[in-house]
């Protein structure tokens, strides 16, 4: 019993450090901006980027595995943070989680929204999305 349970410790260890490790690297994945969603609309309008908003919560694991996984991949990091301005909103503790919610019908978590400078919903997504999904929706957009 004692060495079942000294192996799972080892094993979550290990979890946390290769998470901590991919997630600090250099470069590091999608660039997320920390402004209000009013903010990244007026960005969006100078720019003519559309906006990309993973809606999460904190107890998600289907959220927590994407961000240490298709967040983190290095040509998924590329192409949005040069084609889009990308929000991460906790839907439950951040100022404008609820509105986003009530506004795009949010039912389940993830959802990656992409909305253009008037708040225009271009594109929603439901659930754990692969690299090379983020990469196909990405690529579909002008």
């Given at each position: 019993?004692?060495?079942?349970?000294g192996?799972?410790?080892?094993?979550?260890?290990?979890?946390?450090?290769?998470?901590?490790?991919?997630?600090?690297?250099?470069?590091?994945?999608?660039?997320?901006?920390?402004?209000?969603?009013?903010?990244?609309?007026?960005?969006?309008?100078?720019?003519?980027k559309?906006?990309?908003?993973?809606?999460?919560?904190?107890?998600?694991?289907?959220?927590?595995?994407?961000?240490?996984?298709?967040?983190?991949?290095?040509?998924?990091?590329?192409?949005?943070?040069?084609?889009?301005?990308?929000?991460?909103?906790?839907?439950?503790?951040?100022?404008d989680?609820?509105?986003?919610?009530?506004?795009?019908?949010?039912?389940?978590?993830?959802?990656?929204?992409?909305?253009?400078?008037?708040?225009?919903?271009?594109?929603?997504?439901?659930?754990l999305?692969?690299?090379?999904?983020?990469?196909?929706?990405?690529?579909?957009?002008?």
């Open positions: 019993m004692k060495k079942i349970i192996i799972s410790i080892v094993a979550c260890l290990l979890m946390a450090f290769a998470y901590n490790y991919k997630s600090s690297k250099p470069g590091g994945g999608i660039k997320f901006t920390h402004v209000t969603l009013k903010k990244a609309k007026d960005e969006a309008k100078k720019s003519g559309i906006i990309f908003i993973d809606c999460y919560t904190s107890w998600c694991g289907p959220c927590k595995q994407m961000a240490a996984t298709s967040f983190q991949d290095e040509k998924v990091a590329a192409v949005y943070n040069e084609k889009f301005i990308n929000l991460k909103v906790d839907i439950e503790k951040d100022a989680g609820p509105e986003l919610a009530r506004m795009y019908k949010i039912s389940g978590y993830p959802t990656l929204l992409y909305i253009n400078a008037e708040g225009k919903l271009v594109k929603s997504m439901l659930g999305q692969t690299a090379d999904k983020l990469i196909s929706v990405a690529s579909s957009m002008n």
